[in-house]
C-alpha cells in the first residue's frame, strides 16, 4: 500500500518537474522569439542601407516579420503552454525602439489575434472586443512616457508588459470559465514575462550604450576638445550646406586674439589654454545672450568664427562692439594673481554683398587681416568695394595689454 502511494506521489512529482521544465523551455524560446524581434527591428532601423530604400519595402519587411513572429507565439503559447499569452509582448517592446513602428504593430496585433482564434475555430466578438480594449490601454500606458529617461521607460515598459500579460490571459474559448484563473497559469505568466523583461534589460542597456558611444564619438568629430566649440571640420561641413541651399541671409565674422603669442611667451601654455578657454566661454555667453541665430567655431590657435543668420549688419556690428569692448574691461586673471587686457580683432562681411558663402567667408577673414594691420581691437568690415573700420586706438590697446 505504501509503495503504491510513494509510487503515486514520485509519479505526481515527475509530472509537475516535467511540466515545470516544459513550460520554462516554451518561456524561454517565447522570450528569444521576442528579443530577436527587437533586435530585427532596431537593425532595420539603424541600417544605413534600410535608410535609403523605400519606405513601403522598409515597413513592409517590419510587418512581415512581425507577422510571422506574432503567429508563432501565440500558437506556441496555446499548444504548449495551454492557453495564449505574451500576445502583446512583441507590441510592447516594439515602443522602445521606434513610435513608427509601434504604431504599425499595433494596428496589426489584434488582427493576428483575431485569424489564429478564428483559425482554431474559437473566434468572437468579445475576444475581439478585448483586443481592441487591449491595443487602446497600452497605447494610453506607452505613450505617456514617451520622452523620459531610459530608467523611466523601461519601469514603463516592464510595467505594462506584466499588466497586459496578466489582464490578457487567453484560454482560447469561447466560454469564460474562473476556474482557468488557477495560481500555476499566472505564475507562468509572471515567469514569463520576468525573462522577457530581463533579456530586454541586456539588449536595451547595450543599445543605450552603444548610441552613448556613437553621440560621444559624433561630438568629439564636431568639437573642438580644448573649448568645446565647433571645430575647423564642423565650419566646413556647414559651409558646403549653407552653399547649397538657397540662403543668402549670412553675416560672416572672423575673429582673432590680439597678441596671443605674447600671453604663451609671458606666462606660459597653460595659462594661454585658460585665455582660450575663457574668450570661447564669453564668446558663446555673447551668442546666447543677445538671442543670435549663429554658429560659433574654433578654427585652431586663436582664431574664431561666427555666422551669424537673417541680422542686419549694422546691428550684428554695433553688438560686436559691445563685446569687444566688455571684453577689454574684463580683464582675465592668471594663476599668479595677474590681470591681463584681452583684446581681439575682427572682420565682418555680409553674404549678400558676395556670390558664394565661401567668398564671404574670404572677404571676412582679409577684413580680419586689415584690422590687424591697422591696429588691435578693431572691427572692420568688407563690403567687397572698400573696408570701414570701426575700433580703438592701437596705442591704448598694446599699454594695457599686461596689468598687475
Not at 534600410?50 to 516579420?65: A, E
Not at 503552454?81 to 513608427?100: E, H, L
Request: proline share 1%; with cysteine.
Amino acid at each position: 500500500m505504501k509503495n503504491n502511494q510513494l509510487m503515486i506521489f514520485w509519479g505526481r512529482v515527475k509530472g509537475v518537474v516535467a511540466e515545470m521544465v516544459s513550460s520554462l523551455f516554451v518561456l524561454i524560446s517565447i522570450s528569444t522569439l521576442i528579443v530577436g524581434f527587437i533586435y530585427e527591428l532596431y537593425v532595420l532601423s539603424e541600417s544605413e542601407d534600410m535608410k535609403k530604400v523605400n519606405s513601403f519595402f522598409k515597413y513592409g519587411t517590419v510587418i512581415f516579420l512581425f507577422v510571422v513572429q506574432e503567429y508563432f507565439i501565440v500558437y506556441i503559447t496555446y499548444n504548449a503552454v495551454g492557453f495564449v499569452c505574451f500576445q502583446y509582448a512583441i507590441w510592447i517592446a516594439t515602443f522602445m525602439i521606434s513610435r513608427k513602428c509601434a504604431l504599425i504593430t499595433g494596428i496589426f496585433t489584434p488582427i493576428v489575434i483575431n485569424l489564429f482564434l478564428y483559425n482554431i475555430g474559437e473566434f468572437s466578438i468579445i475576444f475581439c472586443v478585448l483586443s481592441v480594449l487591449s491595443v487602446l490601454t497600452i497605447f494610453l500606458l506607452m505613450g505617456a512616457f514617451l520622452n523620459k529617461s531610459f530608467t523611466i521607460q523601461f519601469y514603463r515598459y516592464s510595467g505594462t508588459l506584466l499588466f497586459i500579460s496578466l489582464l490578457t490571459m487567453n484560454p482560447a474559448t469561447k466560454d469564460f470559465d474562473i476556474h482557468f484563473y488557477t495560481i500555476a497559469n499566472v505564475l507562468k505568466v509572471l515567469m514569463g514575462c520576468l525573462l522577457i523583461i530581463w533579456f530586454s534589460y541586456i539588449f536595451f542597456r547595450e543599445i543605450k550604450q552603444k548610441k552613448r558611444r556613437i553621440s560621444e564619438l559624433e561630438y568629439m568629430k564636431s568639437h573642438d576638445k580644448l573649448t568645446g566649440l565647433y571645430n575647423y571640420r564642423e565650419f566646413t561641413k556647414n559651409l558646403n550646406i549653407i552653399n547649397e541651399s538657397s540662403e543668402k541671409n549670412y553675416i560672416t565674422i572672423m575673429l582673432d586674439i590680439d597678441d596671443f603669442k605674447k600671453f604663451n611667451d609671458e606666462f606660459g601654455h597653460n595659462e594661454g589654454n585658460g585665455i582660450l578657454q575663457s574668450f570661447s566661454k564669453r564668446l558663446h555667453e555673447y551668442i546666447i545672450n543677445n538671442e543670435t541665430n549663429a554658429a560659433l567655431y574654433r578654427f585652431g590657435g586663436e582664431e574664431f568664427c561666427i555666422l551669424v543668420k537673417d541680422k542686419p549688419l549694422d546691428q550684428v556690428n554695433a553688438k560686436l562692439d559691445n563685446f569687444i569692448n566688455g571684453l577689454r574691461e574684463d580683464r582675465y586673471k592668471t594663476e599668479s594673481g595677474k590681470e591681463i587686457c584681452v583684446s581681439c580683432s575682427a572682420g565682418i562681411s555680409d553674404n549678400n554683398k558676395f556670390s558664394t558663402i565661401y567668398e564671404t567667408v574670404r572677404a571676412a577673414d582679409a577684413a580680419l587681416y586689415q584690422a590687424k594691420k591697422e591696429g588691435k581691437g578693431r572691427v572692420v568690415i568688407n563690403t567687397g568695394d572698400n573696408f570701414t573700420t570701426r575700433g580703438v586706438s592701437v596705442s591704448s590697446v598694446q599699454e594695457e595689454l599686461f596689468r598687475v
